[in-house]
């Protein structure tokens, strides 16, 4: 058992009550009970009751077979299958399962399930490509819940496939509700528009459906209005929904995005929405085609923006010069800001610097990757005062954190500070992750968490957190890792 991986003693969503059970119930987002009992050269304190542990130095594989024996008997043997999956989907690598044990002991990190495909319906165990927003202490998350990654090899539609998988948590991401079905607050005649895969994937799990009907969305997109009572806007292949209610409750708007009403192209989008108080709810993308033109990428920044709180969206869209792809944006010093993959070639993000009604500049910028970008989370840390991104490095199944000084935004110049995971296997052939873009910060607990999927290409995948401290400085201490540029 990996030392740093808190289990919860259910499933998600397993308890009466909605909510999943929690071996810590105070708001310390490191359990101490994890990090205690995780902790190099010796666990004697921490071990339970009946097993004698040496004060000396623990070895990697004794530390794991001793925390193996410790999880099974505090934790209820129902969730010894959840602990062995999230082990297996993980699949770090043995360097950093022993970083990330000094780290969790330290209380700077911590990784843990959210929502792993213990009883998927049919073939539908790849849950993936998270993103989150908060409404005050309240994490809102949102992921797929479809057949895999790569449609070579991957298992069947089926009807409870869904773009819109959303959890909620109260108490930093240590317990979540039951996960919710989006589509479960559609009407039938629109749950099912077109079919049972969305418009935008058919070319991928459907390809004999050439229907045209559907809601005109690729990916998908979260955010937390900034005005009045707060609301949470999500759009995905579904199309639109918000919640007044922190989650608890959800509005489908059946025809925002529609065939119908939507004259254009799909648009494939980032993970991010914001509220502006002049320009309202805005979201971000590229064109992407249609049912018969899937990967159809434009060399267009699209911006869609609603001002009655998602019911209705109007489209602005400007030359980019290249095909960017599902932008990262931040909105700094009245600015928007993006970090956004090139898939020219799939190997290098850029950034762009937009205002309304203006084209975006464009940056080069010296984040490359041999092969297989994957879309960022772009934010600004309150503690470093620096511009982060987390990234993943796919040709070598890593992620990274990398900051800027604001300043420097027009130079493109990204430093590397740590590396929050790496893992075994090959991107799309042994292994699948990461994006780990929309992530959340707690200013006031001082810490971010990531979320992002990891897996099988073909399923299973898994959704997990890492939460890390923001003090960026005493992280890349212990999690320097090892730079192969």
């Known amino acids: 058992m990996v030392p740093w991986l808190c289990v919860a003693d259910k499933q998600p969503g397993t308890m009466t009550d909605g909510r999943s059970a929690s071996m810590n119930e105070n708001l310390n987002p490191f359990p101490t009970w994890l990090t205690s009992i995780s902790t190099p050269p010796t666990v004697e304190a921490s071990a339970p009751a009946g097993v004698a542990v040496s004060r000396r130095r623990l070895t990697a594989a004794k530390l794991s077979a001793f925390l193996g024996l410790a999880l099974l008997l505090v934790t209820p043997l129902h969730a ?287 984040l490359k990757d041999p092969r297989l970008v994957d879309t960022v989370d772009l934010s600004f840390n309150p503690v470093t005062k620096r511009l982060e991104i987390v990234r993943s490095e796919r040709c070598r199944m890593e992620l990274w954190l990398w900051s800027m000084a604001p300043a420097d935004w027009e130079k493109g110049k990204w430093r590397r500070e740590c590396r929050l995971l790496a893992r075994k296997g090959k991107f799309y052939s042994t292994a699948d992750g990461f994006h780990p873009a929309g992530a959340v910060i707690d200013e006031k607990r001082g810490m971010q968490h990531v979320f992002f999927y990891a897996g099988h290409p073909n399923g299973p995948a898994g959704v997990f957190r890492i939460t890390r401290t923001l003090d960026t400085r005493k992280l890349k201490e212990t999690l320097r890792g090892t730079s192969k540029e």
């Not at 998908?220 to 209610?245: L, M």
């Open 80 to 366: 010894e299958e959840e602990t062995d999956l999230s082990r297996k989907l993980l699949d770090l690598t043995e360097e950093f399962s022993t970083q990330l044990a000094t780290a969790a002991r330290q209380e700077l990190i911590e990784i843990a399930p959210v929502n792993l495909p213990v009883n998927p319906p049919g073939d539908c165990n790849h849950y993936g490509w998270p993103i989150a927003t908060t409404v005050g202490d309240t994490i809102i998350v949102m992921h797929r819940r479809i057949p895999g990654h790569k449609a070579s090899g991957a298992g069947r539609p089926h009807e409870e496939m869904s773009y819109g998988i959303v959890l909620r948590s109260e108490d930093s991401g240590k317990t979540w509700s039951k996960p919710y079905d989006l589509r479960d607050c559609m009407k039938p005649d629109d749950r099912t528009r077109g079919g049972i895969v969305p418009l935008s994937h058919r070319a991928k799990f459907d390809k004999a459906n050439k229907s045209p009907k559907g809601y005109k969305v690729h990916l998908h997109a979260i955010g937390t209005t900034c005005n009045g009572p707060k609301q949470v806007v999500a759009i995905n292949n579904h199309g639109v929904f918000r919640s007044d209610d922190k989650g608890h409750t959800w509005k489908h708007f059946s025809k925002a995005l529609r065939d119908d009403t939507f004259p254009h192209q799909i648009i494939n989008l980032g993970p991010r929405i914001l509220d502006h108080p002049q320009h309202g709810l805005m979201a971000f993308g590229n064109w992407f085609g249609e049912v018969d033109s899937y990967h159809k990428y434009s060399e267009r920044l699209v911006a869609i923006r609603s001002r009655d709180g998602g019911a209705t969206w109007k489209v602005e869209d400007h030359p980019a010069g290249f095909r960017q792809y599902e932008p990262a944006v931040l909105l700094h010093d009245e600015k928007y800001l993006f970090v956004t993959r090139d898939q020219t070639e799939v190997r290098a993000h850029r950034q762009m610097t937009w205002s309304p009604g203006a084209k975006p500049q464009i940056t080069e910028t010296n």
